[in-house]
Each structure stands twice: as C-alpha cells, then as structure tokens.
C-alpha cells in the first residue's frame, strides 16, 4: 500500500503539520453520511477504538454532518461547522453520501450530495489520487460472479484514478439554444500538471507491487487521453522497471470480466476510474468489499468506493467491510500504522474464511453464514 508521508511533503501552515515520529495524536473528522453510512461507520469506529486501546495513540473523533443529511438539517450539504473541522483534521473519515433517484429531486441540483459536497471536498483538499484496491483472495473466490477459472489465484489490483480533474470539474452549461432545443454542454479538461502527478503516484505504486501498469485511456477519440498516454510515456522513461501496456477504457471493461488478473496497477482519469472501479466491485461479488483512499497534497480522506445503498439502509445488513477496510488505509496511508493496518486486512478476510459473511456476498449452493452489519463488525474485532 502507498504510503502517505512518502508521497506528499508535510502540511501546511493552513493544516496541522504532522510530526512523523512522535506525533500520538490524531483529530480525524467523522462523517457517516447518508442511507448506510452511519451503520457501517458505527463498526468502523469499533475497530479504531480497539487499535487506540493497543498503540500509544488517541483518535479524536470530530463527528460532522455531510452529504443529504446535513442538507436537511442545516441546507448545505457541506456546511460551515463540518469544514471548519475537517481543515482541522489530520484525516476524514468518510461513509458514503446520496439518496435515491425520487428523493434526491426534494434538493436543489447544485447542493445535491456528489455537487455540493464531495465535489466540494475534492476541490478544497486537492484529493487528486483515489486508491481503490481491489482485491479477493482464491480462497474467497465463491463471492465472484465469475467462473473458478477466472479468478484463478485471486483479484489484487490497485485502480488509481485522478480524483480532481476531467469532465466532473470543467466548466458546465445548460440552457436553451438558438433552434430552441435545451442543452447541456460540459467541458473535459486537463493540463500535463494534473495528469502527471496521478501518474507518477501510479508508477510509484507499480514498483512496489509487480512493476506492471495499464494505462487505460480513450485516445481513438479523446484528445485529452492522448495527453495523458504521451506523459505515461515519458514518465516510463523515469521508471524502466515498470512495464507499461496500453488498453482501450472499452476493452478494459471486457478484460475485467475475461481476465481480472491480468492487471496489477491500472491508472486511470476521472469519469473512467469511477465506472471501471464499480466494475471492479462487481467482480468482487459486492461493492461492499471496496475502500478507498482520496490523497491530496496536505490531506486525505478515507471512503468507500459506493454509494449510500439506500434501498439496504436501516436493515443492518449492509457490508462494513469497504468502511473498515477505509480505516486501515487511513492508519497505514495517514499515520503510518502499517503492521495495524495489516492486521484489520487479515482479520476481515479471517471473517470470511471462518464462513460468515453479510447478506450481499451469499449465494445459492454456497455454505456461509449470513450475519448483521454489527456482527460482522464484532467479529472483525473479535478477529483483532
Ligand atoms: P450504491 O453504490 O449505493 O449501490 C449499488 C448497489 O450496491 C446496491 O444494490 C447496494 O445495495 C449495493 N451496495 C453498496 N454498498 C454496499 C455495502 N456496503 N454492502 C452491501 N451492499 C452494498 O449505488 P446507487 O444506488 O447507484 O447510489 C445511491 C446513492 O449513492 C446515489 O445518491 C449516488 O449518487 C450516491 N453515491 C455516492 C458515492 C460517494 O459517497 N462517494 C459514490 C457513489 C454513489
């Protein structure tokens, strides 16, 4: 896993400067979210309360409103209070964000959760990197919609995908045109700066892992991939033991159902990294099994890669993993807490192999004992 403190320079005067080797305590700003978050982020904080309880560290937790929720409550989806404590935080701790399709219409498009508050985040923390591993080792190959046979050994692949810039961020219109048609026009924009330093952060990711890239890019018909696969060139230059293939977003997709473990480290831009990463949690067997780790200059947040899950909200049967998972990457990414972070990695997948699991990973013919959200998060901590 990439290490935070390796990769970016120390904060700055505007955020609390972390002292690497003595620091012991870290604010980290709580936002459950929307639908599932505040029941997958409840089994989350059962797990940083017991790494607490062993290291010499405290967590304060800021807990604030984000998302769909904070709008009912305050009419901004990413009000004041919470910004004031996430500039504070050493971390953000994130659940995810939205509501359904009929009810999201009750918000005014541009306070809607995605644009008016993670967007918002994005663009404040300059969290241009997004890690989303995804990973399923043989022995839990059962999850996966996929035959024994494609799975072979397992799925471990790090998605980086840009986080700041592309079609999400450029310009947008809409409006009516000359011929009385109403249109949207909005703009997919990137400069060599945006697109090399994800890509470098790629290449540093690939040559702690097997040294194998994909760059996926659309260049039969974006210019803005041909830029960005003339910079993974020159950048392989820097990196000569890092192999470097170059596959179509399109094929891509069709090689993530064909063959998921060709790939290793896939990097990628913005609009393509959020499709293919769903994709991802697809093969997977649930989007349940993907955390995720946003990583800016001077601050990262912790998510995971889906949605509020609002047709599953309130059951308690939600999947905790992608939510604890994004715990140990803040340790491991944000504080430096690799061993412990391992050790939440081994303690989810010792959930799985003892053969419980939450609702979204059991099918029919397989013998697995379906458990709550909570009791999965109790046996994660059991498992620690
Ligand atoms: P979703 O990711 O919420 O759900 C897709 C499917 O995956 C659903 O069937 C859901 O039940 C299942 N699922 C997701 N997470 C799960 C978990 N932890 N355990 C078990 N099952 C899980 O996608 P959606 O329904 O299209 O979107 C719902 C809302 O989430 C929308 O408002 C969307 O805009 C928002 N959203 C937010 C984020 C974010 O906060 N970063 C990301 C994606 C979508």
Redesign the pocket.
Known sequence: MHSLKNVLPNGTPDSPAIDWSFMKHYKIAILP?D??GSE?MAEALKVLDVVERRNPVTFDRMPGRFGASAWFETGNSFPDDTIALCDKAHAILKG?????HEE?KVIPIEEQ??RGA?LPMRRRYDTFANFRPVYLPASLSHFSPLKPEIIGNGVDIMIVRELVGGIYFGKKETGVNDRGLRYAHEVLEYDESLIKRTVDIAFDTAMKRRRLLHNIHKSNVLKSSILWTEIIDETAKEFPDVEVRHMLVDAAATHLCLDPCQFDVMVMENMFGDILSDQAGGILG???LMPSACVGPQKAYY??????????ADKNI???Y?MIGSVAMMLDMSFGMTEEAANIWQALQSVFASGYS?S?LSKPGTDCTIVSTGEFGDRVVAAL
């Open positions: 979210g639908g599932i997958i995810p964000i939205g509501l359904g999201s959760p995605e993670l649930s989007l349940g998510e995971p890669s889906h949605g509020s899950a609002p047709d599953i939600a999947n905790p992608s939450t979204d």
